[in-house]
């Protein structure tokens, strides 16, 4: 079965400071691993995903993940926040079919 | 990737009424998928909207409830029977690139629906 935790509901940081947003999984088979990012009034933009290449994916806008099957982990950091990062970033995963499974989301504030 | 649009963009309704949503997409693809969204809350998958055969719906989502119809490669609808205020949420649908368990699922920007 197929789950991910993402640890932190809210994160804050001041603009042009590192972001760092934490995303557990639990998976009996190799995952694909997505994070993706919802604005206001908006759908959900995929940002990037990871499906057993490289275990550090790059993505849109800076941001990249790294994937650490030590840890069970793939969390997603950006050097710089800016403004129009604030958002609410979703981290998702499939294992073995096509069902995506969903973290809790963390919201995302920029200070500035 | 697929461009999706989806109608309407919001609703508000009277309980005991239904309300069809429709996802439209500008290319074929294979799968389509419906999801809820409860305020404040993640993502939940109500069906996998199947064509040509019926929908394949996740535990606690019933037929009754929602009905879906898949009538092409380009288009699904998703209803929602004999609302009530539980009912108010935002319903997404999302495609796939492939069918691979490694496709990602694009999304609409989806339906935010408030039942009163």
């Known amino acids: 079965a197929q789950s991910v935790t993402q640890l932190d509901s809210h994160v804050s940081v001041s603009e042009g400071t590192p972001v760092l947003l934490r995303c557990n999984y639990s998976?009996?088979?190799?995952?694909?691993l997505f994070w993706y990012v919802q604005h206001p009034n908006k759908g959900l933009q995929l940002l990037l995903k990871?499906?057993?290449?490289?275990?550090l994916v790059k993505g849109i806008n800076g941001f990249e993940a790294e994937f650490k099957k030590s840890e069970t982990s793939f969390h997603l950091t950006k050097p710089s926040a800016h403004m129009s990062d604030a958002a609410e970033y979703f981290c998702g995963g499939t294992g073995g079919g096509n069902k995506l499974t969903f973290g809790t989301g963390t919201q995302l504030k920029v200070e500035l | 990737s697929a461009v999706i649009s989806q109608k309407p963009s919001r609703d508000i309704c009277q309980r005991g009424t239904s309300l069809t949503i429709q996802c439209q997409v500008d290319s074929q693809v294979t799968m389509m998928f419906w999801y809820r969204q409860q305020p404040g809350q993640s993502l939940t998958l109500i069906a996998t909207a199947n064509q040509g055969s019926e929908a394949t719906y996740e535990s606690g989502f019933v037929i009754d409830k929602f009905p879906i119809s898949r009538p092409n490669l380009t288009f699904s609808t998703l209803t929602v029977s004999n609302m009530s205020p539980e009912d108010s949420s935002i319903y997404l649908c999302?495609?796939?690139?492939?069918?691979?368990?490694?496709?990602?699922?694009?999304f609409g920007d989806g339906t935010r629906l408030s039942i009163l």
């Open positions: 999302s495609v796939a690139e492939g069918t691979g368990s490694h496709q990602p699922q694009h």
């Open positions: 998976s009996s088979y190799s995952p694909s």
């Open positions: 990871y499906t057993s290449a490289a275990t």
